[in-house]
């Protein structure tokens, strides 16, 4: 079998993630990470073959689905989620336009915590040189 870069480190990735959920006892949390997984990569795959509509309502099937699996919410919240989908419908278009927006904003705002974080304050603290004694060198006798 013959593996190219990209397959050797999803494999790897996944291998060290299962691994991690196992030492962790994290198995609770495997379903809702694959329907999140599951609504991110089918609305990108939906977006880049410019199928606004089935992307927009793919990612939110798949992250509400996610949602509400984490919070314990599945039967009322499939209903609500139902619904948000019907209202949505002739809509995506505005909507991917808010969400790209915000994790634009998202994105933004932590670039700038990050370069503020790095980077020193600025104090206006002015450096005073040491002071030399005003008498003179003392000489050993």
Request: no cysteine.
């Amino acid at each position: 079998m013959n593996f190219n870069r990209n397959q050797t480190k999803f494999i790897g990735i996944l291998l060290i993630a299962l691994g991690m959920f196992a030492i962790f006892r994290l198995w609770w949390l495997l379903p809702a990470l694959l329907l999140g997984g599951a609504g991110v990569y089918i609305y990108q795959r939906q977006h880049k073959a410019g199928r606004m509509g089935e992307a927009v309502q793919g990612g939110l099937w798949g992250l509400g689905l996610a949602l509400l699996y984490l919070i314990d919410f599945i039967f009322p919240g499939v209903l609500l989620l139902g619904g948000a989908s019907l209202l949505l419908r002739g809509h995506e278009q505005n909507a991917d336009v808010r969400v790209q927006n915000a994790i634009t904003r998202v994105r933004n705002f932590r670039a700038k915590a990050a370069v503020n974080t790095s980077a020193p304050a600025s104090t206006n603290v002015s450096i005073v040189e040491e002071e030399k004694p005003a008498t003179g060198e003392t000489v050993r006798l």
